[in-house]
């Protein structure tokens, strides 16, 4: 398992002082539909912040850490085979991927099914309004055999979490 300090997770924060790009990288896929988002790439910055990132992969203070052998109480984690990149591209991919819905979690119009970026939308509160990734069908996308929830803010941080649900490999960790 990668260390955080590796990656180079625990550098200063600067993220979301510039604004999230999944709705312009979802544009741009709309055009060009076989673009690949990979980590480090150009395409990917903007989409999962490193503060995000280590909250999917090791965990932080509000939850996460998904990746396998983490083993953080009550909480899902990938196949042992999925790497801490292929966790990452993945959400990236499925948060900007064009065909499939945005389930708007909270904010005015809570459950309306979006099928491209909405604009700007923030809840009563103020707070960039969050949304849940779905197929055409409404449910939750999978990906080689599991099933993942993406949340999104767009207005905000970009991906906020990405969590496996079910699928071979997938395990949930005891109390």
């Not at 984690?77 to 959400?91: R, V």
């Not at 809840?123 to 993406?150: E, F, H, M």
């Not at 990405?162 to 997938?170: E, K, L, R």
């Amino acid at each position: 398992i990668l260390d955080p300090e590796d990656l180079g997770l625990n550098q200063p924060e600067t993220f979301p002082l510039e604004p999230s790009r999944i709705a312009e990288i979802w544009a741009i896929r709309q055009a060009n539909p076989n673009l690949n988002i990979t980590v480090g790439s150009p395409d990917y910055a903007g989409i999962i912040s490193p503060r995000r990132e280590k909250h999917i992969l090791y965990g932080d203070a509000s939850g996460g850490g998904h990746l396998s052998g983490v083993g953080n109480a009550k909480k899902s984690e990938y196949p042992p085979s999925w790497t801490p990149q292929k966790i990452l591209e993945t959400a990236a991919d499925l948060a900007t991927r064009p065909g499939l819905g945005w389930w708007q979690q909270d904010g005015p119009g809570q459950g309306t099914v979006h099928t491209s970026p909405p604009g700007s939308i923030f809840t009563n509160a103020g707070k960039p309004v969050r949304y849940i990734v779905i197929d055409p069908s409404g449910s939750l996308p999978i990906v080689d055999g599991v099933t993942i929830r993406v949340v999104i803010e767009p207005d905000g941080e970009g991906v906020i979490t990405a969590v496996p649900i079910s699928g071979p490999g997938v395990i949930r960790n005891p109390p």
